[in-house]
């Protein structure tokens, strides 16, 4: 497995600001990814990070309003833009260690916009 | 598009029940298949996999078989605990690893009382 971590771990803030989250992971990773899970719902996937390039969205997604950073492989940053109360929700990052074909979580980041 | 659809909750049970939470997929080719569990306070993590058909993955008293000929992967236990209560996740991932990030069943939330 993997030791991940994110900073924050919560943050409030306010309508119109943006925050950028940080995931952390104690080894080399193939595949990152971060995931949205809206209050008493479901994960849903919002993009894979790429090392060296721009991330892949998936659909309903798009790098204005969710950009992410990849820049070595055991490092990811993603910026929630414009944060409406919309964008509350638990924020979390996953990885994939050595195409295991399992995909592990960080604690993820508790996001509240007033 | 792949989709997962899982008994919703909250399931209720008491102290050495039998338990059944049951998950079915939709996927276009032939995914691997993973339950991961949330306690409360604490972050998501995988309980069991299982990545070609008629697998069994088992973890802690738990198990799931990998149904191809009816798109299934049923989480049971033979006898809960209190510590069991949780919420369930089942998930699908497309087969070759890859690019491709985890789908989602909404989630059972599982309540044992003694």
């Known amino acids: 497995s993997a030791v991940i971590s994110q900073k924050p771990s919560r943050d409030i803030c306010q309508r119109g600001t943006s925050l950028t989250i940080q995931c952390q992971v104690d080894?080399?990773?193939?595949?990152m990814f971060w995931y949205r899970q809206q209050p008493g719902q479901s994960l849903t996937l919002i993009a894979t990070?790429?090392?060296?390039?721009?991330?892949?969205?998936e659909s309903g997604f798009v790098i204005d309003k969710f950009p992410i950073s990849r820049p070595n492989l055991t490092f990811s940053t993603l910026t929630v833009s414009n944060m409406s109360p919309e964008d509350s929700s638990i924020y979390l990052c996953?990885?994939?260690?050595?195409?295991?074909?399992?995909?592990?979580f960080g604690p993820g980041t508790r996001l509240t916009v007033l | 598009g792949n989709s997962v659809t899982q008994m919703e909750g909250p399931v209720t049970l008491s102290e050495e029940a039998f338990l059944t939470i049951n998950c079915t997929y939709t996927?276009?080719?032939?995914?691997?298949l993973f339950w991961y569990v949330q306690y409360p306070g604490e972050g998501l993590q995988l309980l069991l996999k299982?990545?070609?058909?008629?697998d069994k993955g088992s973890n802690k008293g738990f198990e799931a078989t990998y149904r191809k000929e009816t798109t299934s992967f049923h989480l049971e236990k033979g006898s809960v605990q209190v510590s069991d209560s949780a919420v369930y996740f089942c998930?699908?991932?497309?087969?070759?690893?890859?690019?491709?990030?985890?789908?989602f069943g909404k989630g059972t939330h599982l309540i044992i009382q003694p």
């Open positions: 080894s080399q990773v193939t595949m």
């Open positions: 299982a990545t070609k058909a008629d």
């Open positions: 996927a276009t080719g032939y995914p691997s």
């Open positions: 990070a790429n090392q060296g390039s721009e991330a892949t969205y």
């Open positions: 998930a699908l991932r497309e087969s070759g690893g890859g690019a491709d990030g985890l789908t």
């Open positions: 996953s990885v994939e260690v050595r195409s295991t074909d399992t995909q592990y």
